[in-house]
């Protein structure tokens, strides 16, 4: 299960990819969090990490 991010509402601030222990979560080319599907464990760490709640299951 993959976390999904509303980028709408993400402001690129990298504060979930800091806290993905297996590196699925990063900033892409437009500034926003991208995850990424093969490499997520949905642990949910990034979604209590985000300010703006911008991820979800």
Do not use: Q
């Not at 709408?8 to 926003?32: R, S």
């Amino acid at each position: 299960m993959a976390v999904k991010v509303d980028k709408d509402l993400c402001i690129g601030c990298g504060a979930c990819e800091g806290t993905c222990p297996v590196g699925a979560i990063a900033l892409g080319e437009d500034g926003k969090a991208d995850c990424n599907e093969d490499v997520c464990i949905g642990c949910l760490a990034c979604t209590g990490a985000c300010p703006v709640g911008a991820i979800s299951e």
